[in-house]
């Protein structure tokens, strides 16, 4: 399966102003294409493109030089050298990222039993892993839009969220699925210390 993530990540409503936001940013477009080899769940099982990552990140790394100096940035980057130089690291990482999580969740698993659906979902966000219950529902009772598409949404199941312990205080994000129940993108966002992220994802082609 090949992913594309693009340029439409927004901090309210605007690209990222913040510094170590607009590093963190730019240091993703190293893999903003990526190719995995799933099961028949869809679960990850490796990243083929590893070494064009890694190529990548170089090229990326050298650019930044340019534009960045300080210990922040130093820092980030070391950061980021660590886990891109060790191939099973960086696919561990790669799973629990928030972005790629969104792709990945086994919505047949869990969503296709009945309209609405709680589970519980672990996730990365900003270095740390929380288990969060969510809720699934299919809109508009399963009934297709006017682009032939069927709409999962996914949210923050409130009635158990504890926000105090938690860094995001709102998330939801909606699934289209074609006419073969393939994902052809998300859509969502999440808010954090009254600032609201979103992303959009879609899928670029799929491998067999």
């Not at 170590?20 to 990850?44: M, P, S």
């Not at 980030?76 to 891109?84: E, G, N």
């Not at 598409?149 to 158990?160: F, G, M, P, R, V």
Request: hydrophobic share 40%; charged share 30%.
């Amino acid at each position: 399966v090949s992913v594309s993530f693009r340029d439409s990540f927004k901090i309210n409503g605007r690209n990222p102003d913040l510094l170590l936001e607009q590093i963190a940013f730019k240091c993703r477009k190293a893999f903003k294409n990526l190719f995995f080899q799933v099961d028949k769940t869809g679960q990850i099982l490796s990243l083929l493109s590893f070494h064009e990552v890694q190529d990548k990140w170089l090229e990326i790394k050298e650019k930044l030089r340019m534009e960045y100096s300080g210990n922040e940035f130093e820092d980030y980057v070391h950061a980021m050298d660590l886990v891109i130089a060790n191939e099973q690291a960086f696919l561990e990482k790669i799973k629990k990222d928030v972005f790629i999580n969104q792709f990945f969740y086994p919505i047949y698993d869990e969503a296709f039993f009945n309209f609405k659906r709680k589970t519980k979902e672990s996730v990365r966000f900003f270095g740390i892993n929380y288990n969060i219950d969510m809720l699934l529902e299919i809109k508009n009772k399963g009934m297709r839009n006017a682009d032939s598409n069927l709409i999962l949404s996914k949210a923050i199941d409130t009635e158990t969220y504890e926000n105090t312990k938690m860094p995001v205080a709102s998330y939801k994000a909606k699934y289209a699925l074609n006419e073969k129940m393939e994902i052809l993108h998300i859509s969502g966002e999440f808010e954090n210390h009254n600032r609201r992220y979103a992303f959009r994802i879609k899928e670029s082609g799929t491998k067999f």
